[in-house]
């Protein structure tokens, strides 16, 4: 088989889990949902109040299970980090709002236009717009900079927290809130999550799928590879809904579950999830794969995409079906300025760095 | 038969961007493309090149103060375990 059709299929697996875990409960549109899961989990861990969305989704549990074991058994876990870890902290913050103002990161983008939300081709359009910025900065030496190896407990700190998120889910202490009402209330049952969640990780850490790397990649070197994957998560859920979900097939921008139809904000929101993506390298998925296989900077954007989410509903910027509110346009504005700064001033410096050297060196000859 | 070819890794996307403009400056043949599974489990970017170029490129490299990760000369490798290689498939 070759490379593309590999892609394709490991985004096929993705897309499927997809299908058959909005069969089984999940909320509409919502089989697989990278930062509404995270939102979730900071819903469930208190950070936030919003009692419709609460609950320690098991598939984040078992796609961080999922990688780590693999990445552990196939020699790819290796414990690294200390590339501007704030600076990720903080496009992980932003990303968060953004992608809560569309209501979707990236993989649900994808999900969403499977089952005919064509609010979900306003986004891709803004996701696509935001890469192409990122990639400009790319171009003109944004780096957040090489990362190090550290000590080997770093790695493990993560897969730690998905084991102490495990407990919790099993136990239910009193501390940990579950939604009785609203999609937080609403999923496949536990095991299955959890099945499903893991061979998704392994698929994601095999793969290397990554949503803004296939955008990024066919506009930076013109390399189809990873976009492939996209198509698979594609079509394979589009194959899953016709076959499990047929009647919650919805084509068109209005009724859809999870989703509202402001399109300057649908399109804005995932202009920042890809802006912020191209700069992390990564999107929310692609981060929490490498937060399993042991890189600490894709830990602490996580952690940014969780207190991101946590202030989302706390400041009320976090959209729903009726809309955007006010906070959440306001947010997402101040997110792009404030993300197009930090890019800015990245490559400034890595300009002065730059010709200091060369001036150093034409100081020696 | 395993076909030989050449690859560069990088510690950043950034710095194979810096790369493939100094080798097309000076005429050296060069792609950028996703860095090959084997290599890494990360998404970046490497370069594929000539391996007839290899010291052409270090010294350049060394002149110019270029920075790459490591130079890779890889073949096809096939592992016994049979389990490991389905997931690498």
């Known amino acids: 088989m070759n490379s593309k059709k590999k892609m394709f299929m490991y985004g096929g697996v993705i897309g499927l889990a997809a299908a058959i875990l909005m069969k089984f409960g999940n909320p509409g549109n919502m089989g697989m949902c990278i930062a509404c899961f995270w939102r979730d989990i900071a819903g469930a861990l208190g950070l936030h109040r919003a009692a419709v969305v609460q609950y320690i989704r098991p598939e984040i549990i078992g796609i961080v299970f999922g990688a780590f074991i693999v990445s552990y058994l196939t020699g790819d876990f290796k414990t690294r980090g200390g590339s501007s870890p704030l600076t990720r902290f903080i496009l992980g913050f932003f990303l968060m709002i953004g992608a809560l103002v569309f209501l979707g990161c990236p993989l649900r983008m994808i999900i969403r236009l499977a089952n005919g939300d064509l609010n979900a081709l306003v986004a891709l359009a803004g996701y696509i717009v935001g890469i192409f910025i990122g990639v400009q900065f790319l171009k003109k030496g944004y780096t957040l900079g090489k990362n190090y190896e550290q000590a080997k407990i770093a790695g493990f700190l993560f897969p730690i927290f998905a084991l102490v998120l495990l407990i919790f889910l099993v136990i239910k202490p009193a501390f940990i809130l579950f939604s009785t009402e609203g999609p937080g209330s609403m999923g496949a049952p536990v095991i299955l999550s959890l099945i499903l969640g893991g061979v998704v990780g392994v698929a994601l850490q095999r793969s290397r799928i990554c949503t803004a790397g296939g955008i990024r990649d066919m506009i930076l070197i013109k390399d189809s590879h990873f976009l492939w994957g996209i198509l698979g998560i594609f079509a394979f859920t589009l194959i899953g809904n016709l076959i499990l979900n047929f009647e919650k097939i919805n084509i068109g921008f209005v009724g859809q579950p999870i989703g509202h139809n402001d399109f300057l904000f649908n399109f804005l929101g995932m202009a920042l999830v890809g802006l912020c993506s191209v700069l992390l390298g990564g999107c929310p998925i692609r981060q929490t794969i490498l937060a399993s296989q042991g890189d600490t900077d894709a830990g602490v954007t996580v952690f940014g995409l969780i207190v991101g989410a946590a202030f989302a509903h706390n400041f009320g910027?976090?959209?729903?079906?009726?809309?955007?509110?006010?906070?959440?346009?306001?947010?997402?504005?101040?997110?792009?300025?404030?993300?197009?700064?930090?890019?800015?001033?990245?490559?400034?410096?890595?300009?002065?760095?730059a010709t200091k050297k060369s001036k150093e060196v034409s100081a020696n000859v | 038969?395993?076909?030989?070819?050449?690859?560069?890794?990088?510690?950043?996307?950034?710095?194979?961007?810096?790369?493939?403009?100094?080798?097309?400056?000076?005429?050296?043949?060069?792609?950028?493309?996703?860095?090959?599974r084997q290599l890494s489990s990360s998404c970046g970017t490497a370069a594929y090149v000539d391996c007839k170029d290899k010291e052409k490129i270090q010294s350049l490299c060394k002149e110019s103060s270029i920075l790459f990760d490591e130079f890779h000369e890889l073949y096809q490798d096939k592992k016994n375990m049979w389990f490991l290689n389905h997931l690498k498939k």
């Open chain 1, 317 to 353: 910027m976090a959209a729903s079906g009726n809309g955007v509110p006010t906070n959440g346009k306001i947010g997402v504005i101040i997110g792009i300025v404030f993300v197009l700064i930090i890019a800015y001033s990245v490559v400034a410096d890595q300009k002065n760095k």
């Open chain 2, 1 to 36: 038969m395993s076909e030989k070819y050449c690859v560069i890794t990088f510690d950043t996307v950034q710095q194979s961007l810096v790369f493939e403009k100094h080798l097309i400056e000076n005429e050296i043949a060069v792609k950028l493309m996703p860095v090959p």
